[in-house]
């Protein structure tokens, strides 16, 4: 266990390093100019700007020289946030959006489940039906049309109410977070419901099923013990890649809803060819989704004994 | 039929089990959202959840679409920080509800040919209670020019004596025109006499910062709502990135019996375009722009509608350069009467408080005692179909060619673009049979592009930066880099220069008629549209300022009534 720990650690260590690596070539070689600004500078202050970025040096100096900051953990300055550290920027948003990510994902992981196994419950019935159209609408409907829409019934809600029940917008409490989490949690609800509901339904025909209920076992007995438990493994192997792609795709939701995550800054900088903030999002980004992934592989070996890490 | 009943059973207590299962989840989620809540509680980035307009405080809600990039005035390039800037400083001269140039830490001023002296005001105060002096200004007009900050507004100082040659690392500092003769006394010695000089230290770069502050920040000036010193109207008290900006009157501030909100909140930043329009209908901002996407919207509710020209021109630019077929005189004839700037805006984009696009120089301008544009009324240039084809004739002949390769037509990647490209796309094919490639770019690589001259058109826009002709002016003079199709005339440069070294009005101002005349007569530029701006406030908001040059929208004359 321990040593597998240590080699997964070694390969994330490679991949981030490769993510990096790549990241960073190809946003040189994206065209346009990440120094060029709606007025025209002169060719002084333009070498003045050039060397205060750094960007007067070839590629593959500016390579060496992130690399050497980025094993100090320093990213260096934001180019369009021009007082603001790319570590500040990582520091003061990342802990919105995860905070937005993990209750996207608790709904989105429990909801999945539960909905799930309700419909396989009852297998063709009227809540199978129903919840299997809105699970279809889930996937199908992306993130910024169920953004919008939250936000238009919420204010809907509040002027039929003639009070601010939920805000509509913005960050802080509890009822900031509610609808947020549960747009963004939607589509993954969605997809888990679907994976659990088939899960489900292979395992109740299963052999071990029918002998537990031969035995005479209880029915909440070999429901949560034989059918949950088991079922449930497909959803938590995919749980790992849903947190990150969770986590890193809030961009939409933190739009609409003005939440300061750190979503749109990722995204913004790419629009706008903030290096350092590009390079800082990704390779952090990078690094999150990783840890995830060798996370849920660890925890895997946990609920299922069948499986052993070596 | 009792394995129907087992099932049926069974099927009942899983369904009671996950019933159960379903109750816990939900307490769980609970006890987790109130954990998280209170962890983000404990980092600070709750946003208010006041209302639009609030009497009782005294205060106003508003949104930003991103938070102010720069707040440090030396370095700042953008609407956003200027807008920020305009609230919680004040320099010189400063312009008052009337969009007048009005006196600010400056009591009075002297502009001379070679010399101005500025006599400052000792009730002009810093937030911490010390004045503002003379030795405030030199620190950070110098700091400007320092080569190594590389302000890209520097060259707005280039008139100060010796100003270019500092911010080339030709010569120190120290030796830049601007002195502090005592603590209320600015002497600036000027390059050449300029007669707009009033109007250019209004602008945000010429705002002053102090020493002994600035150095104590270590480098982090203006990162932050408390690494920042304030003379202005109101002092900035929070900012917590991304997420929210408040401002309070500056209770220092030498005219602060005129200021007469006590605080504006901006507990939403933004960039999405009906985020804003849900935040008003939810009385959540007391102001908000429309796009024209939520304009419908907005007309629906019967909404009172505000109309402001934010003093912007968008215009097609030519590539002049010598290998680009648009530098042939007859083709931009033939393009420039073959479209109608008027059937743009009134049938094509639609948008309220738009202005067809009849010259470089918009309607707002001042000229000698009127409206430059009254005064100085652009050549017309009327569809005439007839004559277009007649000099597209004439462009084929000169260039020797039998039919026109298709023209590059460079254009951002914005809706408003979107409908413009396609409008002439669609004007020059039907009236000349000209064909146009539409090369959509996103904001750096158009920049990119139009640097490098790979365009035949493009589709391009001015903003002024003081109120004085001349911030449009000098555009399309051959030295200055925004002029990106590189049009070069030696009739044009020689009015520039007039406008630039007189100090005479009159002949200024004829100047700039000529520009004008030029201009359209070489059909160096198509103009499109002259940039309106829809906007809603709250009923009981008043004294809401636009401006076309300066910190817009402005809050400083503001003011609650409830009535």
Known sequence: MFRYTVKRLIQGVITVWFIATATFFAMHLVPGDPLADEKAVTAEIRTNLEAKYGLDKSTGQQYLIFMKNLAAGDFGISFTQQNREVNDIIREHFPVSATLGILAIVFAGLGGVLWGALTALYRNKLPDIV??????????????????????????????????????????????????????????????????????????????????????????????????????????TVLGPSIAAITTGGFVVEIVFAIPGLGRYFVQAVQQLDYTVIMGTTVFYGAFLVFMVIVVDLLYGMVDPRVRLE | MSVQVAQDSFTRSAGKQLLVYGLLSILGVIVLMLGLSWASGQTGTATGTGQAVDPATNTISILMAEEPPQLNSTLATDTISGMVLGHIMEGLLTYDQHNRLAPGIAETWEIGEYRAVFNLRRSALWSDGKPVTAHDFVFAWRKTLDPEIASQYAFIMYPIKNAEAINKGEMPG????????????????????????????????????????????????????????????????????????????????????????????????????????????????????????????????????????????????????????????????????????????????????????????????????????????????????????????????????????????????????????????????????????????????????????????????????????????????????????????????????????????????????????????????????????????????KGLVRRAVGADPNFVYAWIDTQ
């Open chain 1, 131 to 236: 919840i299997m159209f809105l699970v279809i609408l889930g996937i199908s409907v992306p993130s910024f049309v169920f953004a919008a829409i939250g936000q238009l019934s919420l204010v809907g809600l509040n002027a039929l109410l003639g009070a601010s029940i939920l805000p509509i917008a913005g960050w802080g409490t509890v009822w900031h977070m509610l609808v947020p989490s549960l747009v963004l949690g939607l589509g993954t609800m969605a997809y888990l419901t679907r994976l659990m509901r088939s899960s489900m339904l292979e395992i109740v025909n299963s052999d071990f099923v029918r002998t537990a209920k031969s035995k005479g076992l209880p029915a909440t007995r070999i429901f949560t013990r034989h059918q949950l438990r088991n079922a449930i493994l497909p959803v938590i």
């Open chain 2, 174 to 541: 120290t030796d830049l025109g601007v002195r502090a003769i005592d603590d209320y006394t600015l002497e600036v010695d000027l390059e050449r006499p300029i007669a707009y000089f009033d109007k250019l230290v209004a602008f945000s770069t010429y705002l002053p910062m102090r020493e002994d502050f600035f150095n104590s920040t270590s480098g982090k000036y203006a990162a932050d709502a408390d690494m920042m010193l304030f003379n202005g109207p109101f002092r900035l008290t929070t900012w917590v990135h991304g997420a929210r900006l408040r401002f309070e009157k500056n209770q220092t501030y030498w005219r602060r019996d005129e200021v007469r909100l006590d605080a504006i909140d901006v507990p939403y930043i933004t960039t999405d375009t009906n985020a804003p329009l849900n935040l008003f209908k939810d009385n959540k901002v007391a102001y908000t722009s429309l796009t024209a996407e939520n304009l419908q919207n907005a007309l629906e509710r019967r909404w009172h509608l505000n109309r402001f020209q934010d003093g912007s021109v968008s215009f097609i630019e030519f590539n002049h350069r010598p290998d680009r077929l648009t530098n042939n005189i007859h083709l931009r004839k033939a393009m420039q009467m073959a479209q109608d700037s008027s059937e743009l805006v009134y049938k094509v984009t639609k948008l309220p408080g738009y202005l067809p696009g009849e010259s470089l120089f918009p309607v707002w301008l001042r000229g000698v005692n009127d409206f430059f544009r009254v005064e100085y009324p652009a050549p017309v240039v009327k569809l005439n179909l007839e004559e277009a084809r007649r000099h597209l004739e004439l462009a084929k002949a000169d260039l020797n060619l039998k039919e026109f390769p298709p023209l590059v037509l460079l254009t951002g990647d914005n809706p408003i673009s979107n409908i413009l490209a396609e409008y002439f796309q669609g004007v020059f094919k039907k009236n000349l049979g000209l064909d146009m490639k539409i090369d959509k770019q996103i904001f750096k690589q158009r920049l990119a592009k139009m640097a490098s001259g790979e365009f035949d058109l493009v589709l391009a826009g001015w903003g002024p930066d003081f109120d004085d002709p001349l911030t449009f002016g000098d555009l399309f003079a051959s030295w200055n880099l925004n002029n990106r199709g590189r049009y070069d005339s030696p009739a044009l440069d020689a009015q520039v220069r007039i406008a630039q070294n007189s100090v005479d009005p009159k002949t200024r101002m004829d100047a700039f008629g000529e520009i004008q005349r030029i201009l359209i007569e070489d059909a160096v530029i198509l103009p499109s549209y002259e940039r309106g701006v829809v906007y809603v406030t709250h009923p009981h908001l």
